[in-house]
């Protein structure tokens, strides 16, 4: 039975926001389903630090007592994945989220619209720019509070006299004693804090205290200072040769960059999700550190998949009237006949979108053999916007031929099927 909601055209099954650990196993997952009856969704990434978020760290492992495997090796075998899929990342930020029924209007800062059925929030404590170029003279406030002290020692032990940056929120007015203890005075300290709060009592400290946030790390080679935006908007850079990130202040209170406002939130900030990772909003999961559960690279893994399949059976719900099925999901109490199809037959309402490259379209359909000007025709507009209905007015393949074709893109993971 095809759906019985009608939707406006939109552009993608599913849009991820955040391509940490979390948001790239989420995304491969909504788009590749190991299965042969698989449908795959069409899948956005939005980052304006590329891929890998925090996990590209060089501290950042997965661990056990007999095993370590490195972050950045872990996200770079997803990164491939992504790349091999055609997975499209806007190296953007997100900065508002808006519900239109069962359509999500993402917002970005680059000015960019997208419409999408499903959303998986995968942001992380707070969104990076382009760290990853200057990690030796980025510190980072993590492991146990006892070893703050070494931190903070080796951190000022710079040359001369110094601008030293510290970026955090209200909490770190956690660390201003022990960032006097051990910089007796020799730099200059601002404190760059991203707060919720209206005015956040900070105490007296041996700096300034700015309220904002860093858009862009600057330097020929290494570091030159920061681009920060404050809270009323103006644009400054901040000279300075070393930065410290008080991530331990975004594990207590994370910080969005984007309008959130109607998701339900912990008295932390962090959003609340069921063991589906769906949010309270419908269609909308989320999943690794933004939930503000064990902040790990293996945790975030595991929820990223779990939100991918959760948004990937929501999808195929509503576009089959049925339960994927797939080894995944809780087995389903149905008789198996002779000829039981996993995978019926797609609604004549439904719009094909082309997931490929024309150059790999070309290839599977060389595979396919078929005709090859009515094929030809069909890959040219199968766009997500014209139904199979309108496709077969085309009469450029008959009724069974185009429904063959599909299920052959289908099983090449080559078309999504929008509503
Ligand atoms: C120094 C350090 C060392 C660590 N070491 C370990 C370790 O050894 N072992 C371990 O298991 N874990 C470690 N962790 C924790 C681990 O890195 C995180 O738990 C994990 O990366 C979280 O994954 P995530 O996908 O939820 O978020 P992140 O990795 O933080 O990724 C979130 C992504 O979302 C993006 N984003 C945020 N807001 C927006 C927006 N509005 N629009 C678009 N994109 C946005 C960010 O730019 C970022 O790329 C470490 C963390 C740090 C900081």
Redesign the pocket.
């Known amino acids: 039975m095809p759906t019985k909601f009608s939707y406006p055209p939109y552009d993608y099954d599913v849009a991820v926001?955040?391509?940490?650990?979390?948001?790239m196993t989420a995304a491969i997952r909504t788009r590749w389903v190991k299965s042969y009856k698989a449908v795959p969704c069409s899948t956005v990434i939005?980052?304006?630090?590329g891929l890998g978020?925090?996990?590209k760290?060089r501290?950042?492992?997965?661990?056990g007592p007999s095993f370590h495997l490195m972050?950045a090796d872990v996200v770079g075998r997803f990164r491939k994945d992504i790349e091999d899929l055609e997975i499209p990342l806007i190296l953007s930020?997100?900065i508002k989220l808006e519900m239109d029924g069962a359509i999500k209007i993402i917002h970005t800062d680059a000015g960019e619209t997208i419409r999408t059925l499903a959303v998986i929030i995968?942001?992380?404590?707070?969104?990076?720019c382009n760290e990853q170029d200057y990690l030796k003279q980025i510190a980072?406030t993590?492991m146990g509070y006892e070893f703050f002290e070494e931190l903070l020692n080796n951190f000022f032990s710079m040359e001369g006299r110094q601008t030293a940056l510290i970026v955090g929120n209200e909490f770190t007015r956690n660390l201003v004693d022990l960032i006097e203890a051990c910089n007796r005075g020799r730099h200059a300290v601002i404190y760059l804090i991203d707060s919720n709060a209206a005015d956040t009592p900070f105490p007296a400290a041996a700096g300034s205290v700015l309220p904002g946030k860093i858009i862009r790390y600057e330097g020929q080679g290494a570091l030159e200072g920061v681009r920060v935006l404050l809270k009323g908007g103006e644009e400054r850079f901040i000279p300075c040769k070393k930065v410290l990130l008080d991530?331990n202040s975004y594990e207590l209170s994370p910080r969005y960059?984007?309008d959130s406002a109607a998701l339900k939130k912990d008295a932390r900030g962090f959003i609340e999700v069921d063991r589906e990772m769906q949010t309270s909003l419908p269609g909308v999961y989320a999943a690794?550190?933004?939930t503000g559960l064990y902040?790990?690279?293996?945790r975030?893994i595991g929820d990223g998949i779990v939100a991918g399949f959760s948004a990937y059976k929501r999808l195929f719900k509503l576009k089959f009237n049925c339960e994927p099925c797939l080894f995944a999901y809780a087995a389903q109490d149905v008789k198996i006949t002779p000829g039981f199809k996993d995978l019926p037959r797609p609604a004549k309402n439904l719009r094909p979108k082309l997931l490929v490259s024309a150059e790999n379209a070309a290839r599977i359909a060389a595979e396919y053999g078929g005709k090859r000007n009515g094929i030809d025709a069909f890959l040219s507009s199968c766009n997500g916007v014209k139904t199979i209905t309108e496709h077969l007015k085309d009469r450029s393949l008959e009724e069974n031929e185009l429904f063959d074709f599909i299920e052959f893109l289908l099983t090449k993971k080559a078309v999504a099927l929008h509503l």
């Not at 926001?17 to 948001?23: F, M, Q, T």
């Open positions: 926001i955040g391509a940490g650990p979390a948001g939005f980052d304006k630090a978020g925090l996990a760290w501290s950042c492992m997965l661990t972050g930020r997100v995968a942001t992380g404590f707070r969104s990076l980072i993590y991530y960059d984007f690794g550190d933004v902040a790990t690279v293996g975030s």
